[in-house]
């Protein structure tokens, strides 16, 4: 009889295993969806280097395996991870990346169970970066990290990669890896591109890149001026067009552009004619479109042939920082590049190039009251021509000059950081109540997203040229996740889902005979809400396409600017800050009309 041969072994590889936490809602649970709206920059960029790494074989002849979880939209399974790194001595590293600082408690009950068991553990992201950059010595949500025997990783990674990699092989991990000060340069190292299998979470396959990172302005509610710089960093056109093929190869036609002001980007035309030269390729090739999302500052309008160019490129919608009307407010948060004489005309040039505008506008500001929040909305629907309207609370985030401004003066922040959403009320206001001031929040998207409002944005829609369809269902979305999911549409999805036992530690697992039959009657309940709310929006959209005198609607936001709107609109006659902004408007364009002449 033959002698049975002992089953071979498999060779231990070094495992890789890529996590970006979504964050828990009120009740404790993991905000998680079938399909996410917004797919993670950070997940992208991160796999794209460590895919690099392993090509060139930054480890010699040993074979790295890597996985991307994105727990927005996909449930990390905690044991299974464990298993995965038993099998092969513990030798890998899960990185958490892009930890922001309401994901971090989500972050740190990630790693503990794994630490626990012996997995090596990083974590990266703006909360780690933004705390070691602003201030002093390491905070104790960070010092919780560093006793779990967890890395703390600040900084970029570009050009850093390998030595991550080497020093995770050689169980030297150190506590600390600190870049803030050397920030990379981007052009021509990997492009941020996730393999389709790990974009299938997202909602019609979107994905996201950053042409560049940095801004040169000085908000001092902005974290990304203090962890990536005020000086414009950024990819060349050849990495940008290298990275939309690879995704167009895979079907992946979605572009979500992460940079927070584009605008500000010097090679923007150079992207952008790019863009609109594959654009041009692709059609004569029978491919798919390109579809882009881009956020860019409130004077882009001013940069000659932008939004030509933009919509050449396939951007078919724009976020903008419009933040608020009220000069006083933009003028505390050192918002200085936001002028209120300007928002009309440069929504209307988006507008007529066919864009979808999306507005954030911050409630909080020291100004701020219940009552001049509901006065400025109503003055927003009449006078501006935005589309989508989003609404935050002006939250100190840690790497912000008002977190450190406030840290610094001792002033009582909330001690949770999964409150740091810009969806909850953190710190005290001089004219608001925290309750107030929360329930102004709410109210504000009661207030904009009104019966009476959605008809009259997708009138305009309809008047100029828009889109209603396409508006119809990114109202629905903007309209109805506040009001019937009860979290910020930017952390939203289709189909809620919940996990009894992914729960906060610092809450009870619920019996399953109490979880199940309430989650049960929640969906019910919900989709029911959902599918009420979009049959009247739709209902309102074919009345409207249906409309013979669609064409012919007007109201004052769609308007041209007109000569005489300063002394007329309520945009800059309702308070006195506004006025005073207008006559030191007036004031320049005389001086330098003086100038000129002279």
Excluded at 38 to 67: F, K, M
Excluded at 123 to 144: K, N, R, T, W
Excluded at 298 to 316: N, Q
Excluded at 490 to 516: C, M, N, S
Aim: charged share 25%; hydrophobic share 40%; with cysteine.
């Amino acid at each position: 009889m033959a002698s049975v041969q002992p089953a071979a072994q498999p060779s231990k590889r070094f495992q890789i295993a890529l996590i970006k936490p979504s964050h828990y809602d009120d009740d404790g649970y993991v905000i998680q969806w079938f399909r996410s709206f917004i797919p993670s920059n950070s997940l992208a960029v991160v796999y794209s280097l460590v895919e690099d790494a392993r090509q060139r074989r930054v480890l010699g002849d040993v074979e790295i395996d890597i996985t991307a979880t994105d727990e927005i939209n996909t449930r990390t399974r905690i044991p299974q991870i464990i298993e995965r790194f038993r099998a092969h001595d513990f030798f890998g590293l899960v990185f958490i990346v892009g930890v922001q600082s309401n994901q971090f408690p989500r972050a740190i009950d990630i790693a503990r169970p794994l630490r626990a068991a012996g997995v090596p553990v990083a974590i990266g992201g703006f909360h780690v970066s933004g705390c070691i950059a602003m201030l002093p010595g390491i905070q104790p949500d960070l010092q919780e990290a560093l006793d779990l025997g967890v890395t703390l990783y600040a900084g970029e990674l570009e050009g850093r990669c390998d030595e991550l990699l080497r020093d995770a092989a050689g169980g030297a991990l150190k506590p600390l890896y600190n870049y803030l000060n050397d920030l990379p340069c981007l052009e021509g190292v990997p492009t941020p591109v996730l393999p389709r299998k790990f974009l299938k979470g997202t909602f019609s396959l979107q994905t996201s890149f950053d042409a560049g990172r940095g801004c040169p302005y000085q908000c001092s509610f902005c974290t990304i001026i203090n962890v990536q710089g005020r000086k414009s960093r950024g990819r060349s056109a050849d990495d940008i067009e290298r990275l939309v093929r690879a995704n167009m190869a895979q079907g992946v036609n979605w572009f979500f552009m992460t940079d927070d002001n584009f605008a500000r980007n010097k090679d923007w035309e150079v992207i952008l004619d790019r863009l609109a030269a594959l654009r041009r390729e692709f059609a004569a090739t029978g491919q798919k479109d390109i579809k882009l999302v881009i956020q860019v500052d409130t004077l882009c309008h001013k940069i000659d042939g932008f939004i030509e160019k933009a919509r050449a490129a396939g951007v078919v919608r724009t976020f903008l920082g419009l933040e608020s009307i009220n000069p006083q407010n933009l003028a505390s948060a050192k918002k200085r590049q936001n002028k209120i004489t300007e928002y009309r005309q440069m929504l209307l040039a988006w507008k007529k190039a066919g864009v979808i505008t999306y507005a954030g506008y911050i409630l909080g500001f020291p100004h701020d009251t219940p009552e001049s929040i509901a006065e400025d909305i109503a003055i927003i629907q009449k006078e501006l021509p935005l589309d989508i309207l989003e609404f935050f609370c002006l939250t100190p985030l840690p790497g912000s000059e008002d977190h450190q401004r406030l840290f610094q003066q001792g002033v009582a922040m909330d001690s949770d950081l999964n409150r740091f959403d810009i969806e909850h009320v953190v710190t005290p206001h001089p004219k608001m109540s925290r309750q107030e001031w929360q329930g102004a929040y709410l109210k504000a998207w009661e207030l904009y997203y009104s019966a009476e409002h959605i008809e009259r944005m997708m009138r305009r829609a309809a008047a100029t040229g828009v889109g209603v369809s396409r508006l119809a269902s990114m109202i629905f979305l903007f309209s109805s996740m506040v009001r019937i999911e009860r979290v910020h549409p930017l952390q939203g999805g289709i189909i809620r889902l919940k996990y009894r036992l992914d729960r906060r530690p610092t809450l009870p697992v619920e019996p399953a005979l109490v979880f199940y039959p309430k989650l049960i009657a929640e969906g019910a309940r919900k989709l029911v809400q959902n599918v009420r709310h979009w049959f009247w929006i739709d209902g309102l959209r074919r009345k409207i396409r249906s409309d013979p005198n669609r064409l012919s609607y007007t109201d004052t936001a769609i308007t041209p600017v007109g000569d005489h709107e300063v002394e007329e609109l309520e945009l800059f006659t309702h308070t006195q800050a506004a006025q005073d902004a207008v006559e030191h408007i007036r004031k320049i364009n005389q001086l330098t009309h003086a100038k000129s002449v002279a």
